[in-house]
């Protein structure tokens, strides 16, 4: 039974380390902290998307001036078969005409294309502006909390220090195979460890069979099946 008194005050100590270290998670400025944290991350990445549709806008902008260009050709051949070899007939003007047309309505939507291109650049360009700008008012502010938030928590920070050496120290007081029991059930469910109150699990209240009731008043090591934690006398 000792081994069992042993390890109900390791867990009272162990408790006590966490309620400290849950109060430093709970921070009101910590819960700040990582709002601005993910802020900034958003950001960033908000940031690294306009930048790729920039590029993206850029490289269609060289393939529709590499077409201008073509067209820009097509059309000085024009001008040079007119020269060299004038249409003679109603038809065959007709004919040149339509094609000159065609040259010249396919330049203008490709220049239409352009400046359409350069319009949404700068609209993109003035927003990455305005994100970088955000983003770096997010992290003065981020900074600012960090110190806050460190000053706060430096005292709290060597009070869990201190309990977490209590811990450590108490550790060897228990039974190893206990330990590890302990260990493995915490992973599930903390406080890992209940008492046998009245006939009843005090980490459930569920009532108890008399052979499950015998068992532990033995010493045995039995887990709750309600709630899996380990019950001592
Ligand atoms: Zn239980």
């Known amino acids: ?11 009272e100590e162990d408790m006590k380390a966490e309620s400290i270290a849950n109060a430093i998670k709970r921070s009101p400025t910590r819960q700040k902290l990582e709002k601005a944290r993910d802020f900034i991350l958003d950001r960033q990445k908000q940031y690294k998307q306009i ?11 060289d393939i529709i001036s590499q077409a201008v260009a073509l067209s820009g050709d097509q059309m000085a051949s024009l001008n040079r078969r007119f020269e060299e070899n004038p249409p ?6 007709k004919a040149f005409l339509a094609e000159v047309s065609r040259c010249r309505d396919t330049i203008r939507q490709y220049e239409a294309e352009i400046s ?13 502006r305005s994100v970088r700008m955000d983003a770096a008012r997010a992290k003065q502010s981020f900074d600012q909390l960090k110190a806050e938030y460190e000053a706060e928590s430096k005292s709290k920070k060597d009070e869990l220090e201190q309990q977490r050496e209590k811990v450590r120290a108490m550790a060897d007081t228990v039974d190893a195979k206990l330990m590890a029991e302990y260990e493995n059930i915490k992973k599930r ?5 209940a008492r046998l109150t009245y006939g009843q ?17 033995n010493g045995s090591l039995v887990e709750c099946e309600t709630c899996g934690r380990m019950i001592i006398p």
């Open 51 to 61: 930048e790729d549709d920039i590029v993206g806008m850029s490289d269609r902008k």
């Open 116 to 128: 359409r291109i350069a319009r949404e650049s700068a609209s993109c360009e003035k927003l990455q």
């Open 1 to 11: 039974m000792e081994q069992y008194d042993a390890l109900w005050a390791f867990q």
């Open 201 to 217: 699990c005090s980490g459930c209240n569920t009532s108890l069979p008399s052979a499950v009731l015998s068992r532990i008043k």
């Open 88 to 93: 003679q007939t109603a038809e065959e003007i």
């Open 189 to 193: 469910i903390s406080p890992p460890v």
